[in-house]
């Protein structure tokens, strides 16, 4: 059985920083982006980053450019978002995701789905 669990998520004020965890399990992913997608209240789900493999391929969307870094760690089976100067618009439930095929994904291309955790930006 496939999971994905993430972890870090909670109350920060602006300007902070937060590092979600994804730990997954269940089979091998070395075919497969990990990454991460979020949803505010009252909006849809969206990309926010992902990554190879390897590692050596990362990508995110043009709002948290600069501010969040994805990586992973194979021999651990964990993939991270650390998240820099956060702010109240990053407030969201975030999603751990895998999929095959491209970088950006959309929601119907995901194959695996983590519970979500919370993330909530103070001003």
């Known amino acids: 059985q496939v999971q994905l669990v993430e972890s870090g998520g909670g109350l920060v004020q602006a300007g902070g920083s937060l590092r979600l965890s994804c730990a997954a399990s269940g089979r091998t992913f070395s075919s497969y982006f990990m990454g991460w997608f979020r949803q505010a209240p009252g909006k849809e789900r969206e990309f926010v980053a992902s990554?190879?493999?390897?590692?050596?391929?990362?990508w995110y969307t043009g709002s948290v450019k600069g501010r969040f870094t994805c990586s992973r760690d194979n021999a651990k089976n964990t993939v991270y978002l650390r998240m820099n100067s956060l702010k109240p618009e990053d407030t969201a439930v975030y999603y751990c995701?895998?999929?095959?095929?491209?970088?950006?994904?959309?929601?119907?291309?995901?194959?695996?789905w983590g519970q979500g955790t919370q993330v909530t930006v103070n001003s």
């Open positions: 995701a895998a999929w095959r095929g491209t970088a950006y994904a959309t929601l119907q291309r995901v194959d695996y």
């Open positions: 990554i190879t493999w390897t590692g050596a391929g990362t």
